[in-house]
């Protein structure tokens, strides 16, 4: 079935340094990958996302990855500040609209 | 803010009870979806309507049903309400149906006591 894994479940690090979320589809009918942060007390916010027909994309500090031969789809947080530590959430959608959200990564950044 | 708002933000009802969740999509978008999100299943799509039809239905209760209005907002009706169905309850929505970006409203939080 639909099945999205996310690694890891927690991510602890430095300011400055960069985090990478790593993310596993089943479904090789999903062709849009959105991320998103999730902030204690709010709503998912869309950070960025990838479609099928691109291998990366970048949006200032962040970059996304995808692999659809292997399945695979990656974020990549560079120079992380405090205001980065969230949950964030990697998703599929298998052309139906719908979103197989991964279990989230819980990002501490420590000053 | 995404632009999506929901109403109540909290709820607090007894087993057995019924409730209605509301939301209004941003403008100009044409569809809803709604997420329940729990600390064990994590976020899980229920249902999605576009242009007030049911669009695709993924693992929703049939104790919970939804609909969407001609003014395109929406609300999800849950009922016989049970000690699990506490959760935190999300509505998206986009301008159409398949690959475009999803923004999510704040969120209802459900307590079923």
């Known amino acids: 079935g639909e099945n999205v894994e996310q690694h890891p479940s927690t991510l602890s690090v430095q300011e400055g340094d960069s985090a990478v979320i790593k993310c596993t589809y089943s479904?090789?009918?999903?062709?849009?990958f959105p991320w998103y942060k999730q902030e204690l007390g709010k709503g998912p916010q869309l950070i960025i996302d990838?479609?099928?027909?691109?291998g990366e994309k970048k949006d200032q500090r962040i970059a996304v990855t995808l692999n659809k031969t292997a399945k695979h789809f990656s974020l990549h947080i560079t120079e992380t500040q405090p205001e980065d530590s969230a949950v964030y959430f990697c998703?599929?959608?298998?052309?139906?609209?719908?979103?197989?959200f991964g279990q989230g990564t819980t990002l501490q950044v420590k000053p | 803010d995404s632009g999506v708002t929901q109403t109540p933000k909290h709820l607090i009802t007894a087993t057995g009870q019924r409730v209605t969740l509301r939301c209004s999509p941003r403008?100009?978008?044409?569809?809803v979806y709604w997420y329940q999100q729990s600390l064990d299943q994590g976020l899980q799509f229920l249902i999605q309507?576009?242009?007030?039809?049911?669009?695709a239905k993924g693992n929703i209760l049939e104790r919970f049903s939804a609909q969407q209005f001609p003014d395109l907002h929406s609300e999800l009706n849950l009922s016989s309400l049970e000690l699990g169905d506490s959760a935190l309850y999300f509505c998206?929505?986009?301008?159409?149906?398949?690959?475009?970006?999803?923004?999510f409203g704040p969120g209802t939080r459900l307590t079923v006591l």
């Open positions: 998206a929505s986009s301008v159409a149906g398949q690959r475009n970006e999803q923004f």
């Open positions: 403008s100009g978008d044409l569809s």
């Open positions: 990838i479609r099928s027909n691109v």
């Open positions: 479904d090789s009918a999903s062709n849009y």
């Open positions: 998703a599929a959608s298998p052309n139906t609209g719908k979103l197989i």
């Open positions: 309507y576009y242009n007030g039809e049911e669009r």
